[in-house]
């Protein structure tokens, strides 16, 4: 459940109102580096996490609610940009979607479809996709895309920072940098809370990976190079659980071979699984017939 205050999280002031700003400010609203991503993704993220992460579900619910904020804050932003500029008012640029961009360089849609006001755009118009989120219930790797969430958007609003003079923008682009760095560092934090921190997930038993190769650096350079021991290629690995080798070619010579299925034995543990999909199999021959 959400609860919503009238108030701004942040004061949300703008000195000289730029339409071109705005559209800038759209990448950080619903761009890929953008708000909503993140939000989002801490939702998702947390509405996945079992029992036993009650406190890390908090941590993620309360961040997104902040997230949420910094999308009010944004929005606020873009529209004080564009409703109180002299160049998205004027009669001749309301005639036309060519003439709104062309004389005030924001968007047409924002103008056209929006009421000169905040979209969940990017600042190309490119609507929001939910393919941005990263959710998927593995925690470490979860929190490692938080990590780097955090980061590009950061670097977004460093670069919005940069190209604005308005005093009001650059103080509202200060607070969303400073909470990008704390965001960062909590989850780095939180990372060295887990059990295993590392992202390779426990699902699947290691010892069913290819032993050959589950810690090898194989490079693709066309002639055979040396091993430039490097961290990568020696050393022991961060999971502990192997040491890092290096291979000058690849494993095969680029022939695909097929080979024969192995021969069915009464204690595969697979054996009834696929007994049962030839089954189905020839159940439904019989009853396309």
Not at 17 to 35: N, V, W
Not at 52 to 69: K, V
Not at 103 to 124: E, K
Not at 174 to 200: C, F, G, K
């Amino acid at each position: 459940m959400f609860f919503q205050e009238p108030e701004l999280q942040y004061e949300v002031t703008v000195d000289q109102p730029d339409p071109h700003f705005a559209k800038l400010l759209q990448q950080a609203i619903g761009g890929q580096e953008g708000e909503m991503r993140v939000a989002m993704q801490y939702l998702f993220q947390a509405w996945a996490l079992p029992e036993e992460y009650e406190e890390y579900r908090t941590l993620l619910m309360e961040t997104a609610a902040e997230e949420l904020g910094h999308i009010e804050l944004l929005a606020t932003a873009v529209t004080k940009n564009l409703r109180d500029s002299s160049a998205a008012m004027d009669d001749d640029a309301r005639e036309t979607a060519a003439a709104a961009a062309s004389m005030t360089g924001q968007n047409p849609r924002q103008f056209l479809s929006a009421g000169q006001s905040a979209m969940p755009v990017d600042s190309n118009g490119v609507p929001f996709t939910g393919s941005y989120i990263a959710a998927s219930g593995n925690p470490a790797g979860d929190l490692y895309a938080n990590v780097m969430a955090e980061a590009t958007g950061r670097t977004l609003a460093t670069r919005l920072w940069e190209y604005t003079d308005d005093p009001g923008m650059k103080d509202m682009l200060s607070y969303l940098i400073a909470r990008d760095t704390m965001h960062q560092n909590q989850w780095l934090q939180v990372l060295e809370t887990l059990d295993d921190p590392v992202p390779v997930p426990a699902s699947f038993p290691q010892d069913r990976e290819n032993q050959d190769f589950n810690y090898t650096f194989i490079s693709t350079r066309r002639e055979a190079q040396p091993d430039p021991e490097y961290p990568w290629t020696q050393g022991e690995t961060p999971d502990g659980n192997g040491q890092f080798s290096y291979a000058a070619e690849q494993p095969g010579d680029g022939t695909v071979v097929a080979s024969d299925p192995a021969p069915m034995t009464n204690d595969d543990p697979n054996r009834d699984t696929q007994s049962a999909r030839s089954t189905d199999s020839a159940d439904a021959t019989d009853s396309n017939e």
